[in-house]
């Protein structure tokens, strides 16, 4: 006996890589429905060997069904989840909605998995940033041999964290740069996109970050431990898939690099690259598809006491985004639905 699960949003970037992802990863699944708004009533979208045509989200009847993989906007989520939570269905939801809301998990199932019992307050699990997922999964295992104090994060982040539309502007304004009569103007981003590097995700917030930043400092207190200082400057780079993250962690006691090299390669999720010689990392455009999250470049910091940098990579559209809310989805079977 498996699971009943409905994908929302079933046509974007995301939604499509949570369809992959459930067939890939041979989720127990009785029936999976794919919806999406009216405008895309019919679209054909793939569920492993089989063809689903998406349903009409507005009328959906969520009765019946243990799960729905929310990945739409906030606005939409807003609407819909409180509705397929309240008919039984547990909400895992990939906006930004519930993130901060303390009766609301916020889960990286290899970091917190315990949280998950959390989620019958509101019948709803939030699934965290995708800069933030990558980067906790790194952190976790290295807080719990010496605990960090304080973390200083640069991003290097994709467009198809933007969705398909700043897929599509950075292809067309890349094109366009070769053909002097076709100009592509910035419409997504707030600036040229390819050749050129934007220091702004999100919405400018009182104290000058951005929203983006604010993000990966709340989450990660939420998921770690809320004693852990955070400092993020996020900025998004012509990269079609595939967010980088250059981290810098002080801690509360000495870590060797060596150790640290170790920790990390044990810990679950991660794949450690480390070698130092051409090429003995890993770029984004080598991690697009796969599940894990790399880690390489890890070094002591000689300029203070207690500190380590390293270079964090992962595909944002699997484990930022549609892997991690399918392992909350498995977490949330194996630990209290216990179907399949």
């Not at 952190?139 to 398909?164: C, E, F, M, N, W």
């Not at 870590?255 to 070698?275: C, H, T, Y």
């Amino acid at each position: 006996m498996g699971y009943r699960v409905a994908v929302v949003g079933a046509t974007g970037n995301v939604g499509r890589e949570m369809l992959n992802i459930l067939a890939e990863r041979q989720f127990p699944v009785d029936e999976v429905v794919a919806l999406a708004s009216r405008r895309s009533l019919g679209t054909e979208v793939s569920f492993g060997d089989t063809t689903l045509k998406c349903k009409d989200l507005d009328t959906f009847d969520f009765t019946g069904f243990d799960m729905a993989l929310f990945a739409v906007g906030s606005d939409a989520t807003k609407k819909y989840a409180p509705g397929a939570a309240k008919a039984g269905c547990v909400v895992i939801d990939n906006s930004s909605l519930y993130r901060y809301d303390p009766d609301i998990p916020l889960i990286v199932p290899e970091v917190n998995p315990e949280a998950v019992h959390g989620y019958a307050k509101k019948n709803i699990i939030a699934n965290p940033n995708c800069s933030t997922a990558q980067m906790v999964v790194a952190l976790k295992p290295l807080h719990d041999r010496a605990t960090i104090k304080r973390v200083v994060v640069s991003t290097y982040q994709s467009v198809s964290g933007a969705g398909k539309e700043g897929i599509d502007e950075l292809w067309d304004q890349t094109k366009s740069i070769y053909n002097p009569t076709d100009d592509k103007p910035a419409r997504k981003f707030t600036k040229q996109i390819a050749f050129n590097v934007i220091p702004h995700i999100d919405v400018f917030m009182e104290d000058g970050s951005t929203k983006e930043e604010w993000k990966m400092v709340a989450e990660t207190k939420k998921i770690v431990d809320p004693k852990i200082k955070v400092t993020a400057t996020c900025v998004r780079v012509p990269v079609f898939v595939g967010h980088s993250e250059a981290v810098n962690i002080e801690f509360e006691e000495h870590l060797d690099e060596a150790e640290a090299r170790d920790i990390l390669r044990e810990a679950p999720g991660i794949m450690v690259i480390d070698k130092r010689e051409d090429g003995g990392y890993v770029s984004p455009i080598e991690c697009v598809g796969d599940f894990a999250t790399f880690i390489s470049r890890i070094r002591q910091d000689s300029t203070i006491d207690n500190g380590l940098n390293l270079w964090c990579v992962s595909d944002n559209l699997r484990k930022g985004a549609a892997l991690n809310a399918v392992q909350i989805a498995e977490l949330l079977g194996r630990e209290v639905l216990k179907k399949g």
